[in-house]
């Protein structure tokens, strides 16, 4: 991943980096040279005008014009230049350019899904190289942060509204995807991949991801999965985050918060992705309802889920 960043940085690999990070050190080095003036100055001043006897008066300085008039001009030259600057980057950083490949971003405690023009669904942001690309972003749940920090693009998803980043990247390498406001429970394993790829490579993915037309309802449970971010809290290898995970999970007994027992078949897990607060597994939190996966999925869909389910 980075390996010539600095300290502050990851290095650059987006066509914006360059100009988001000249802005950055300006700013930075402005401040370490006014911070050096003005703690230096103090210091120099303790001591050359230290008191040093009894009857040692200051006469008192009535003004200075020269010294009034350049901290008045110069940090009003300062504050102009970072905000002419700092605006016409962000103008730039606002707007996608009208060329750009649109890709659905949907966040959601905690998982990352990618829904591309042709309808390939993934938990990995694939992008092809040197192409301007606009996310267009929604959240189902809470406010979630899409950052990138090699692309340095970073930018809110909030519930009930589109927002949208573009960037362009500029090296094909694999970077990471955070989650960079904070949503809860899981909120630092909300993570994803970038793949950043020649426009062949990522059209052959594309290809290879597509969902064949007569999938099983277990491989439609599949895409599912993934699509509606079950997997942001049940895993598929045995490891319990925030809910129980998939694995082996059909026909098992399970116990619930009130000491009561239930097989786990089919209609235990209908009811389960339905009216997920009726029947709560000991030792998980109640947070499945705030989903409302009774109003996003159809009923062929849950048929597709419970079959995914139960072949884990
Ligand atoms: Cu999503 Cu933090």
Redesign the pocket.
Known sequence: MDDNGTLWLPEGASTIAGEVDALFYFIYWVSVIMFIGVIGTMGYFMVAYRRRSEADRPTPIKENKLVEASWIVIPTILVLIVFTWGFKSFIKLSVAPPNSYEITVR?Q??AWVFEYPDGVISNELHVPVSRPVKLRMSSGDVL??FFVPEFRVKHDIVPNRYTSVWFEATRQDTFQVM??????TR?SY?LALVVVQSQDEFNRWLQESRISEDASPAERGALLYQQQACNGCHSLDGTAVAAPSFQGLFGTERTFEDGATATADENYLRESILQSSAKIVEGYPDIMAAQRYEDRLTSEEIDALVAFIKEQ
């Open positions: 966040a405690k905690w979630h942060s989650c960079t406001e904070y949503c809860g909120h909300m």
